[in-house]
């Protein structure tokens, strides 16, 4: 089964940036719809957004709208997602994971090849 390994996390300042990145061992982005969650100390795994592997749309919880973006490298083997105007709320470890669903699904027990995931910590 594939695994996937999340990179990019650190720590920035509220309303700063960061970009992660999924890393897959070969071109499996263009062949699953790939999904982002994070989780914060004690809560849920929790949607943040998803691409799908057939129309490139993409969606989104509702508060990330407009700051964060998901995209796919050309090569297929590597996915971002792109954070602008971070908030101290925004602070969790980011995961990435593939579903074979054509469109993005908020359900993670819909997604397998989930890594360790990567910390994003924000400052107030």
Known sequence: QVQL???GGGLVQSGGSLTLACAAPGPIFGSYTTGWFRQAPGKEREFVGGISWTSGSTD???NVKGRFTISIGNAKTTALLQMHSLKPE???DYLCA???DREPTHNS????GWGQGTQGSVSS
């Open 60 to 62: 989104y919880v509702g």
């Open 5 to 7: 390994v999340e990179s």
């Open 90 to 92: 925004d602070r969790a």
């Open 98 to 100: 593939i579903t074979s």
């Open 109 to 112: 027990s819909y997604y397998v």
